[in-house]
Nanobody, 126 residues
Framework: VQLQACGGGLMQPGGSLRLSCVVSGVTLDDWSIGWFRQTPGTEREWVSTASSNIGRTYYSDSVKGRFAISRDNAKNTGYLQIDSLKPEDTATYYC????????????????????WGQGTQVTVSS
């Protein structure tokens, strides 16, 4: 199983970008996909998750209203649209997949996600 995240870059505050996560080795239909981010010296922070067949989405409070997660199962790809970029969005963004949808907060728990991408760097600076 491989996850390839891409779409990061150097952006100005207020801008937008879309991250992509191409999944290979499994059929994405059966998996929930999540996005996390991390800055040096900090723990990996959950950002958003799109559940598998029920189509439910979850967002952390820090990104709600600016981030939008989506998925195209036909392309085995997940996306994270980020609008109104802020300097505090600067981080390495990781995508991950899980089928372990149990517990009330499964969608935000790093340890529930089985496979991870390599990360894509997003830098927001003027």
């Amino acid at each position: 199983v491989q996850l390839q995240a891409c779409g990061g870059g150097l952006m100005q505050p207020g801008g937008s970008l879309r991250l992509s996560c191409v999944v290979s080795g499994v059929t994405l239909d059966d998996w929930s996909i999540g996005w996390f981010r991390q800055t040096p010296g900090t723990e990996r922070e959950w950002v958003s998750t799109a559940s598998s067949n029920i189509g439910r989405t979850y967002y952390s409070d820090s990104v709600k209203g600016r981030f939008a997660i989506s998925r195209d199962n036909a392309k085995n790809t997940g996306y994270l649209q980020i609008d109104s970029l802020k300097p505090e969005d600067t981080a390495t963004y990781y995508c991950a997949i899980t089928r372990r949808r149990y517990g009330s907060t499964w969608f935000s728990e790093v340890e529930k996600f089985d496979f991870w991408g390599q990360g894509t760097q997003v830098t927001v600076s003027s």
